[in-house]
């Protein structure tokens, strides 16, 4: 009962952690206050691990929450949403609108699981109706952990800042070995053009390195992703879309 208060209050005061994350960020403050701060981040972390510990191996889609269904750019997100289903992974996204909800929603639509990370915001970004499954985290460096943390894959969509953020987050991550060669997906070619052009700018300089190219793939077909993410995850780590065993009805 005292939990689920916290978390409904955490909810109705969006505005008050996100304070909370910029004075954290402001600089050094009293040590009391550090460390509560501190138990109120792995509060969070606890919350995040009970909720998606049994969501199954995902794939997680990135992408703007400004564009609307009918966009082009929503509808190719349902596609891969539709397709990640389809070889048997669980859709993972920031669970918001615009892109993420059309992932979730091509998920949902093809018998798939949905799931998401929402993000607790002063305007109030609520989950998308297409989830089977979310948490609302408060900070964003936990969100984005537990984004990385449950999936397998990634795929990047047409956005803005926090799109580019957790894009190259996983890359630095996956760059570093701090996680395994995920397979990362770069959809919308045009769209992500000075991105690439970016990366064999990068290459010329040899602040990375010739071969870390080869960590993405870029396309427009929607088809060619997933074929892609479905050869690299079966050949890296063994994943296959099995029937699952119902035994004692579980979902």
């Known amino acids: ?63 703007s929450a400004r564009f609307k269904e009918g966009h082009e750019f929503y509808e190719l997100a349902r596609k891969v949403g539709k397709g990640i289903a389809e070889i048997g992974f669980t859709t993972m996204t920031g669970g918001g609108p615009g892109i993420m909800e059309a992932a979730n929603r091509g998920a949902k639509e093809a018998g798939g699981r949905s799931v998401g990370c929402n993000i607790v915001l002063p305007h109030e970004q609520r989950p998308n109706p297409y989830l ?65 052009a970016h990366i064999a700018l990068m290459e010329t300089h040899k602040t990375i390195s010739d071969t870390d190219d080869e960590l993405l793939f870029f396309t427009d077909s929607p088809e060619e992703a997933i074929t892609w993410l479905k050869q690299k995850t079966e050949n890296q780590f063994g994943l296959r879309k099995r029937k699952a065993a119902a035994l004692l009805g579980e979902k």
């Open 132 to 196: 089977d499954k979310w948490v609302s985290i408060r900070y964003f460096f936990v969100r984005k952990v537990l984004l990385l943390k449950y999936s397998y894959g990634f795929v990047v969509l047409p956005g803005g800042f926090g799109t580019l953020d957790e894009f190259y987050e996983a890359l630095t991550l996956i760059q570093t070995k701090k996680i395994l060669q995920f397979p990362v997906v770069v959809m919308c070619k045009d769209f992500h053009a000075h991105v690439l």
């Open 1 to 63: 009962m005292y939990r689920n208060f916290v978390i409904m209050e955490e909810e109705k005061n969006p505005k008050e952690a996100h304070i909370a994350e910029r004075e954290f960020l402001e600089g050094p403050r009293s040590r009391w206050k550090e460390l509560l701060f501190t138990l109120k981040v792995a509060r969070e972390f606890i919350r995040g691990f009970r909720k998606l510990h049994f969501v199954g191996p995902c794939i997680a889609v990135f992408g």
